[in-house]
């Protein structure tokens, strides 16, 4: 009697749209916002998920309580779903050198200043030159940034800090200045060459703790011999765009981002306060994996190193 060979394994049909979704969705938290990350319709997201899933014969995604967690089939696909992605970018960023076209996905991870600022302002120009590059850019702490490059889930990142022992280069492109603000009525909107140590009795806002910003402006104040716990800090706010609208608003004094307070020191609503002798600056870094980029990334980093306009 002759033995009947089992059936073959079933293939599944997965594609690389549907892992991009995947990993998208799980970063976003939301169907929604994924969707707007990748520029498609939030039922095609659930669409490629359902699809995804129905090709694997398992739930990724726990949907429950409006929230999305992994399940555990999910937290098992997604290395590899990175890592997959990761390599069908270095193959087709290979396949595109031979065509002598930079082209394909660039995603970068910014910290929030540059990545809300600086970044969105070249864009314009950079895809003017390179239009079969498509762009998504994502806003994370540095920490965040080195580790989605080292992860192989960004090309290329932009951030205000090195990180020691980092898996990952950096390298300097631009100087980010932090400027004093008061609002037009404020008596020291006048005043010239004004000390910090001057400035500790003063009503404060501020970015919450852990901010960059915040972080290099405690230390600058430290060094003026004021001690950043015994400031009266009024208003604790969790951007910087906050805090501009607050002092707009005649609320205190800030320390921000010249970047972040441009518009508002052009239009007069925000006054710059004439510090004494000192120039408060920090460094913006690329930060690209170890080893050969990818061509977009590469080009990106180049056209970063470019003069920034104010």
Known sequence: MHKRNPPPPRRSSVN?????????VIECGSFSEAAKALGISQ?????????????????????????IDLTEAGRLLKPHAIRTIAEV????????????????????????TPGAYVIPRLLGGFVSAYPSVSVTVTVHDTADVVS???EGRAQLGVAGAVVKGAKASFEQFTVDELVAICAPS???SSERGVRLIDLAEQE???????????????????AAGVDPANLRVVAQLGSGEAIVSAIEGGLGIAIVSRFVARKALELGSVVRIDLAGRRIERPF????????????????????HAPLEG
């Open 186 to 188: 404020s008596s020291l």
């Open 285 to 304: 870094y690329t930060v690209l994996p170890k080893g050969t980029p990818t061509r977009a990334a590469a080009a990106f980093n180049t056209y970063l």
């Open 204 to 222: 404060w806002v501020t970015r919450e703790s852990g901010s960059g910003t915040r972080s290099m402006a405690e230390r600058e104040l430290t």
């Open 16 to 24: 690389i749209a549907q892992l991009r979704t995947f990993l998208t």
């Open 89 to 112: 970018d270095i193959a087709r960023d290979e396949i595109e050198r031979l065509s002598g076209e930079v082209g394909g996905r660039l995603e970068i991870a910014a910290s929030t």
């Open 43 to 67: 039922p095609a997201v659930t669409m490629q998920l359902q699809s995804l899933e129905g090709d694997l014969g398992v739930t990724l995604l726990d949907r429950r309580y409006r929230r």
């Open 148 to 150: 989605e490059v080292e």
